[in-house]
């Protein structure tokens, strides 16, 4: 499989980053199979993987840490993120100095692992001073207890606030962005992939199936049965078929299986190609539950996309538009009712 650089770090990752999300509670229960889908991924070259504490509150950690025992650890390159609640104590979330110290070493242990490669903060705080975080993630970079810091869904004018306070305060710099991107997620374009390629920043989108949306399982003519992944149940907002964005997406997601047909791929291979296009992407996070998935998935590293499909794709859903803005993934506060003084 193809490697590129991550950013301007050197390090050399495969194009497809092995999502680890659905292993564990939120999808596939069982140890030993997300065990042979991590195996099988690293013996097609992926040697990239992506993980966090919150996911499935910490199992998915500790699966990765199990399939990477015995000495494949030092061939992959290991990310890992913290934010997210970890409990009810408000201390155990955020983007403090307190948390990201404590949580880090709880990172190492569930992975079992003296580093981390990437480690990245899972979405803005705007209750914590940007310095405050890097400060702690830099004094972990020079502990040797993580290697690479990188961030989630940063709005761009966050993405340069953090930039220079890194030049201005002596801190290590983030390295990398990790956003929603897909065919009918693409805000993203507007500004805050430009904003990563000025700073020489890697971009490893996440959810390039928007969600499912692009699986090939919403189509006009087709019913779509089954409970939903714990994940997915959380964000209800994105798949209820009586809000008129979701019907739009449906809609769009149809267009694009025809289209995909048309070129004589699947609607996975398309919707995964569309995301490695852009010029500023550095690999794309797929999220396999099944082993099926991931087979269904990993061809598609290899398909190139002709000019007519992309234009194609560009009249289905334009440039810098997201049809449901609640895949965005994070919300400003100033959007808030409170901050709008209504």
Not at 163 to 182: D, I, L, M, N, V
Request: proline share 5%.
């Amino acid at each position: 499989m193809e490697h590129q650089s991550l950013g301007r770090t050197g390090v050399s990752v495969s194009k497809l980053c092995l999502g680890a999300m659905m292993f564990g509670d939120w999808g596939t229960k069982d140890h030993d199979e997300s065990i042979r889908i991590i195996h099988r991924a690293l013996d097609a070259g992926i040697n990239f993987i992506d993980t966090a504490d919150v996911y499935s509150s910490g199992e998915s950690e500790i699966i990765i840490g199990n399939a990477l025992a015995g000495g494949k650890r030092d061939d992959v390159v290991l990310a890992s993120k913290v934010h997210m609640p970890m409990g009810d104590d408000l201390n155990q979330r955020g983007n403090s100095r307190r948390w990201i110290i404590k949580e880090v070493e709880n990172s190492l242990r569930r992975l079992g692992t003296d580093w981390i490669d990437l480690y990245q903060i899972h979405r803005p705080d705007p209750d914590t001073d940007i310095d405050e975080t890097l400060g702690a993630l830099s004094d972990l970079v020079h502990q040797g207890k993580i290697r690479y810091i990188g961030h989630s869904t940063f709005p761009a004018s966050e993405i340069v606030e953090a930039q220079w306070t890194a030049q201005e305060r002596g801190r290590e710099r983030f390295r990398c962005e990790q956003p929603p991107y897909s065919i009918l997620t693409r805000a993203v374009e507007h500004d805050v992939l430009p904003t990563c390629a000025r700073y020489g920043m890697g971009v490893i989108p996440y959810s390039p199936l928007a969600g499912g949306w692009l699986s090939g399982r919403y189509r006009t003519d087709a019913e779509v049965t089954g409970p939903m992944s714990p994940a997915r149940q959380r964000l209800a907002n994105r798949y209820d078929m009586s809000l008129p964005p979701n019907q739009r997406k449906l809609d769009a997601a149809e267009q694009l299986a025809q289209l995909a047909d048309k070129a004589g791929i699947s609607l996975v291979e398309l919707a995964i190609a569309f995301v490695l296009r852009h010029p500023v992407v550095t690999a794309a996070i797929i999220g396999p539950r099944t082993m099926e998935h991931l087979e269904s998935q990993l061809t598609a590293a290899d398909v190139e996309l002709s000019d007519d499909v992309l234009d194609r794709i560009d009249e289905i859903n334009a440039p810098g538009v997201t049809i449901n803005s609640a895949d965005n993934g994070w919300t400003t506060p100033a959007l808030q009712a409170l901050a709008r003084r209504r």
